[in-house]
């Protein structure tokens, strides 16, 4: 075999291989509508479900979902903003900056279980919150913390330099410059690093189980001190805890699931791409 | 960045009363700020502490022989905590033999290979990838991929290699995305010299790109390896949940295991809080947060070490 037939082949191989890895996830999403699409209907979005989980639809869980969805981003955004502005503008090149990214770094690493254990331990038992919204959002809050961050991060860094000389040259303290003339050129890609962080909160399994989530409730919560039930939860519930339940149902709440977080990721990208193309400098 | 202090320290010597309460309330904003940086400090802390103090229990009142040993069965008051480990090492080890040569490959098509528009198309459908919740692919591991494993002829569809094969794909998009970084970083020179000299394309990539982009393609490892062993939903649904060490064999990948993370989220809703059970699940805790802890440590160590390679380097 010459070179030439030996390179031909390798790039050959090498695509070959390349679509292993992109056809599976056009499959999966494909085979979740496939199945799932069927039996979507306005009443399966908007009951309870009824007769031991195996009838009915997937009302509070998917507003179970919604609660947490927002309770994590009130947990989450301030601390991570905050957190982001002292990376990106008044951090030194010192020790105490390299540990401050050490700990993101661990805490992006840190399992979602473990994350779960540490909302029981701190949020349910030792503040009393018990097992309620609250205490499940902070747990997730805490988990999104890391992509937050470090997108809030990149997008202080992307506003030019200049704009800051500028503004300080003309007297503005360090604050005011970062208030009016960096955050708000920055305010797209901090909202798509928010964004994302939420879609991968909505879809968590793991932190909520034993810090928020309820096997079957189908009265909707009433305070944030309430357990609710959850999507991600209620499929793991309803695919191997409930015997004889439905295939369909179980299609229904994944492929339910799924559209819900990919279009919190789709409306980040969506974002992320427009800012780009319409950022002037 | 701002840090020149002699621009922060210039206003007149005199401020007016007005411009002096402007700048107190300044001071708080910017101590807030502060505070916000360390708190990522202090709440790895304080998730060590709450693990410890929840956790730390179970290594006194637990022997350590009895820890050590090979079963897992807490209704015995058995603790072994070895098969759990050789599950997620099983485990672990089978997702990143599998995601690794995947995603480099993948990360060289899409970097040295791949015409533009299907760059652009390819691209965003890998980080679809990574929304995906790992419940969802768990569910589908469960009702579609299992199936398939047992047909295939293992003795049952809920496997260690089920769970590898899940965790694989659940991984690619962060090998992906830092070998195609690190893929990026190698020199155009690189490649022009080793094509001026008469290699093909294949020779370049191999040879040259690749070997250059080592210490990247070493990070990705260790992160993907860190992603891994921390997964806990779609593991806990298609690895069979079996607390038992599969016997060193050729088929060892075709038996049923039990993850450390398994255990913790499908044994926690059941046992009573600060019972000796609670307590060692606590502990298993521990054990993944070290775990973790180190090969996060790792890697970003590595990444540190790589840039500085590479500037003194060019």
Same mark, same amino acid.
């Given at each position: 075999m010459t070179r030439q037939q030996t390179n031909r082949l390798a790039k050959i191989a090498i695509s070959l291989v390349a679509a292993l890895v992109v056809l599976p996830i056009v499959l999966v999403i494909s085979y979740v509508v496939y199945n799932g699409i069927g039996v979507i209907s306005w009443e399966f979005l908007f009951t309870a479900p009824r007769n031991g989980m195996r009838e009915g639809?997937?009302?509070?869980?998917?507003?179970?979902?919604?609660?947490?969805?927002?309770?994590?981003?009130?947990?989450?955004?301030?601390?991570?903003?905050?957190?982001?502005?002292y990376l990106a503008e008044y951090a030194g090149d010192n020790r105490l900056t390299r540990w401050v990214r050490l700990a993101i770094v661990n805490l992006a690493g840190i399992p979602s279980i473990v994350y779960g254990l540490f909302g029981l331990g701190a949020f349910v038992l030792f503040l009393k919150l018990g097992t309620s919204i609250v205490a499940g959002s902070l747990t997730l809050g805490l988990m999104t913390l890391p992509v937050v961050i470090s997108t809030a991060?990149?997008?202080?860094?992307?506003?030019?330099?200049?704009?800051?000389?500028?503004?300080?040259?003309?007297?503005?303290?360090?604050?005011?410059?970062?208030?009016?003339?960096?955050?708000?050129?920055?305010?797209p890609g901090i909202i798509t690093g928010i964004i994302l962080g939420l879609g991968r909160a909505a879809g968590e399994t793991a932190p909520i189980l034993f810090t928020v989530a309820a096997f079957y409730l189908p009265e909707l919560p009433r305070s944030i001190f309430d357990q609710t039930m959850a999507l991600p939860y209620h499929l793991y519930v309803i695919s191997t805890q409930v015997p004889g339940m439905p295939l369909s149902l179980q299609y229904g709440?994944?492929?339910?699931?799924?559209?819900?977080?990919?279009?919190?990721?789709?409306?980040?990208?969506?974002?992320?791409?427009?800012?780009?193309?319409?950022?002037q400098w | 960045m701002l840090k020149t202090e002699q621009v922060a320290s210039l206003p007149a010597a005199h401020p007016a009363p007005a411009a002096r309460r402007r700048r107190s309330g300044e001071w708080w904003i910017e101590q807030l700020i502060r505070g916000a940086g360390l708190s990522t400090i202090v709440i790895i802390g304080l998730i060590f502490l709450f693990l410890l103090r929840e956790g730390l229990p179970a290594f006194v009142r637990i022997s350590p022989l009895n820890l050590?040993?090979?079963?897992?069965?807490p209704i015995e008051e058995l603790y072994g905590l070895l098969p759990l480990l050789v599950g997620s090492l099983l485990v672990t080890v089978g997702a990143v033999v599998i995601a690794v040569p995947l995603g480099l490959i993948t990360?060289?098509?899409l970097g040295e290979i791949a015409p533009l528009w299907q760059r652009e198309l390819l691209k965003p459908l890998i980080?679809? /990838?990574a929304g995906i919740p790992s419940i969802v692919?768990?569910?589908?591991?469960?009702?579609?991929?299992?199936? /398939?494993?047992q047909q295939a002829g293992a003795p049952t569809g809920l496997t260690a290699f089920t769970g590898a094969l899940i965790l694989a794909y659940m991984s690619l998009p962060t090998i992906i995305s830092i070998s195609e970084d690190a893929l990026y970083a190698v020199p155009k020179e690189y490649r022009d010299a080793a094509l001026a000299i008469g290699a093909t394309e294949w020779q370049t990539i191999w040879r040259v790109v690749v070997p250059a982009a080592r210490s990247g393609i070493v990070i990705a490892t260790v992160l993907g390896i860190g992603r891994a062993i921390g997964e806990t939903m779609a593991v806990m649904m298609v690895t069979g949940n079996a607390a038992n060490i599969p016997a060193l064999a050729t088929g060892m990948f075709f038996q049923p295991v039990r993850t450390m993370t398994a255990t913790i989220a499908a044994e926690m809703g059941e046992v009573a809080q600060g019972s000796l059970h609670y307590q060692a699940l606590f502990a298993i805790g521990i054990v993944l947060f070290l775990l973790t802890f180190a090969i996060n440590s790792l890697a970003s160590m590595l990444i540190g070490g790589g840039k500085q390679q590479r500037s003194n380097q060019l």
């Open positions: 639809g997937i009302w509070p869980a998917l507003l179970g979902t919604v609660f947490l969805t927002f309770g994590t981003a009130i947990a989450a955004f301030p601390l991570a903003i905050a957190t982001a502005i991060e990149e997008a202080l860094l992307a506003v030019p330099q200049e704009f800051r000389t500028v503004s300080l040259s003309l007297g503005a303290t360090r604050w005011q410059t970062i208030r009016h003339q960096v955050l708000p050129h920055a305010l709440t994944a492929l339910v699931l799924l559209l819900v977080v990919l279009s919190l990721t789709l409306v980040a990208t969506v974002l992320r791409t427009r800012m780009r193309r319409r950022r | 050590l040993g090979v079963r897992w069965y990360a060289i098509y980080e679809v /990838l692919l768990g569910f589908l591991g469960w009702v579609a991929l299992a199936p /398939l494993v």
